[in-house]
């Protein structure tokens, strides 16, 4: 592991990344636009990186020597509640929908353009590091057993904590806090991810269908949140 030097106020992000050319070029984009960063080339030691560090984002390369991004993830992902931004060099849709049932928050495929990585980078932190409110100055939701904190970014079922990824409780809030509307995959996009829709995206599928029994709801024949063929989803105030 690179050290870096701890400056107060720069966010802190760790790169895991065993292509040193590409974890170096990216280090001084991401210096040179405010931030400390750390470098990590061995998948072995990424998951005590992780917890140690507890950096304000992780950069996570899928294919790495010791341990696969996939398998680091998983194990982090119930102890380091940042931003988790995976890497992958492939474009198979599997790598993708894998790495986010693993608790990846985002992810972007190589090559990726600097500006494009700190785009996603910032609107990442930006959501893990503001309130998330609904419009309405509500900062907690009920719904029978549910409750739903975005001043805390916690929910609760049953008085059970749920444990919910930075991205997962992003998309409960926003679903949540338009309960009773139809909210399409081009506005959860725009809203989470600053991006249009493409049409091929599974990631918003991806997170609903992880988010479903974690709230109770059926994942066969759910209650709580619709799916509305060729809409987008539909959380139901009264379930």
Not at 71 to 93: E, F, N
Not at 165 to 183: I, N
């Given at each position: 592991?690179?050290?870096?030097?701890?400056?107060?106020?720069?966010?802190?992000?760790?790169?895991?990344?065993?292509?040193?050319?590409?974890?170096?070029?990216?280090?001084?984009?991401?210096?040179?636009?405010?931030?400390?960063?750390?470098?990590?080339?061995?998948?072995?030691?990424?998951?005590?990186?992780?917890?140690?560090?507890?950096?304000?984002?992780?950069?996570?390369?899928?294919?790495?020597?010791g341990e696969d991004g996939?398998?680091?993830?998983?194990?982090?992902?119930?102890?380091?509640?940042?931003?988790?931004?995976?890497?992958?060099?492939?474009?198979?849709?599997?790598?993708?929908?894998?790495?986010?049932?693993?608790?990846?928050?985002?992810?972007?495929?190589?090559?990726?353009?600097?500006?494009?990585?700190l785009a996603r980078m910032?609107?990442?932190?930006?959501?893990?590091?503001?309130?998330?409110?609904?419009?309405?100055?509500?900062?907690?939701?009920?719904?029978?057993?549910?409750?739903?904190?975005?001043?805390?970014?916690?929910?609760?079922?049953?008085?059970?904590?749920?444990?919910?990824?930075?991205?997962?409780?992003?998309?409960?809030?926003?679903?949540?806090?338009?309960?009773?509307?139809?909210?399409?995959?081009?506005?959860?996009?725009?809203?989470?991810?600053?991006?249009?829709?493409?049409?091929?995206?599974?990631?918003?599928?991806?997170?609903?269908?992880?988010?479903?029994?974690?709230?109770?709801?059926?994942?066969?024949?759910?209650?709580?949140?619709?799916?509305?063929?060729?809409?987008?989803?539909?959380?139901?105030?009264?379930?």
């Amino acid at each position: 592991m690179e050290a870096s030097v701890d400056t107060p106020g720069m966010e802190h992000v760790l790169i895991i990344e065993d292509d040193e050319r590409l974890a170096e070029l990216t280090r001084d984009y991401l210096v040179a636009n405010g931030f400390r960063v750390t470098l990590e080339a061995d998948g072995a030691r990424g998951v005590q990186c992780i917890l140690d560090l507890q950096p304000d984002l992780v950069i996570l390369d899928l294919m790495l020597p010791g341990e696969d991004g996939l398998s680091i993830c998983r194990r982090v992902r119930s102890d380091y509640p940042g931003p988790i931004l995976m890497l992958t060099a492939r474009t198979d849709d599997m790598d993708q929908v894998l790495g986010l049932e693993m608790g990846a928050d985002d992810y972007v495929a190589k090559p990726v353009q600097p500006r494009v990585l700190l785009a996603r980078m910032r609107a990442l932190l930006r959501r893990s590091n503001e309130p998330s409110g609904n419009g309405n100055g509500e900062a907690r939701l009920f719904f029978r057993d549910l409750e739903i904190d975005s001043g805390t970014r916690e929910a609760w079922l049953g008085g059970e904590r749920i444990d919910l990824t930075s991205a997962e409780f992003d998309l409960l809030w926003l679903l949540a806090s338009h309960a009773g509307r139809v909210l399409t995959r081009e506005e959860i996009f725009a809203q989470l991810r600053g991006i249009k829709y493409d049409g091929q995206d599974r990631s918003i599928d991806v997170r609903v269908s992880r988010i479903r029994p974690k709230i109770g709801d059926d994942p066969h024949h759910p209650h709580r949140i619709k799916t509305v063929r060729s809409k987008g989803y539909l959380f139901v105030r009264d379930a």
